[in-house]
Structure formats: C-alpha cells, structure tokens
C-alpha cells in the first residue's frame, strides 16, 4: 500500500500511522490544502495508483518545495527517476528562475541517489536527520 509504515517511515511524523480509510482522506485534503498533489500512476498497467507527488509552490521566494511516495512494490524499478526527470523538465520549461527543493532523511539512500542523478545538490546544513538539496531553474 501506498500509505504503509514502510512507505511512511522516512516521513514527518504528522504523515505516519494512516492506518485506515478516513486517516488517509483527511491526510491527502491536508496536502492538498498546503499545495497541489497528483497522482503517479502507472500506464501499463491500466494507471494503476503507485505513489504521490506533492509540490509546494511559493511565487515570492521563487520556490517549489516537492515530495513524493511511492508503493514499496514499486521501489527500485525507476519510477522516482522518472517522475522526478518528468517534473525537472516541466520546471525548467515553465518555471524558470526557480529553486526546486526536496527534503530527505539522511538514511533515505534511494531518494537521495534519485535526485543527485537529477541535478540535486545539497544545499545548507542536515537539520534533524534531513538533508536539503535543491535544482535552480
């Protein structure tokens, strides 16, 4: 599942425990509220929902905050790469002069692997277990 500990466990706090239906729906209206969040969905296999991607756009600081997850059954068959190489190209054709920012916790190897390899790079100090790396546009 796309909300499982797994999943969760490299997540704020506020987006663990979603442990039934009705967590779930008041979590996604709560992302949706602080941004916009999309649906990954895989073609192939009739757009079967595989993970999420949540932007936070903020126009005065020229800055798009992103997150995504993804289904653990679908870890490490490239779909983060492709999302993210995806994202990276829309931005730098509509939002240039913007700074696109993903936070990630230390231990969270793959995540950080995905953006390095898409132009990310580490920008300031770890600030509780996550490293900020960032792509200006």
Same mark, same amino acid.
């Given at each position: 599942a796309?909300?499982?500990n797994k999943?969760m466990?490299?997540l704020?706090?506020?987006w663990?425990?979603?442990?039934?239906?009705? !967590?779930?729906?008041?979590?996604i209206?709560?992302?949706?509220?602080?941004?916009?969040c999309?649906c990954?969905?895989?073609?192939s296999? $009739?757009?079967l929902l595989?993970?999420?991607l949540?932007l936070?756009? $903020?126009?005065?600081l !020229?800055?798009?905050?992103?997150g995504y997850l993804?289904?653990?059954k679908f870890w490490?068959? !490239?779909?983060?790469?492709?999302?993210i190489?995806?994202?990276?190209?829309?931005?730098?054709?509509h939002?240039?002069g913007? !700074?696109?920012?993903?936070?990630?916790?230390?231990?969270?190897v793959?995540s950080i692997k995905?953006?390095n390899?898409?132009?990310?790079?580490?920008?300031? $100090?770890?600030?509780n277990?996550?490293l900020?790396?960032?792509?200006?546009?």
């Amino acid at each position: 599942a796309i909300t499982s500990n797994k999943v969760m466990a490299t997540l704020p706090p506020s987006w663990q425990n979603l442990d039934n239906l009705e !967590k779930i729906q008041h979590w996604i209206n709560e992302r949706e509220q602080e941004g916009a969040c999309f649906c990954i969905v895989n073609k192939s296999q $009739d757009r079967l929902l595989i993970g999420l991607l949540f932007l936070y756009i $903020d126009q005065s600081l !020229k800055e798009i905050r992103l997150g995504y997850l993804l289904g653990e059954k679908f870890w490490g068959q !490239k779909y983060a790469s492709e999302v993210i190489e995806g994202l990276c190209t829309y931005c730098n054709e509509h939002f240039s002069g913007f !700074k696109l920012i993903g936070g990630v916790e230390t231990n969270n190897v793959a995540s950080i692997k995905v953006l390095n390899k898409n132009g990310f790079k580490q920008q300031g $100090d770890t600030i509780n277990d996550t490293l900020f790396l960032e792509r200006l546009f």
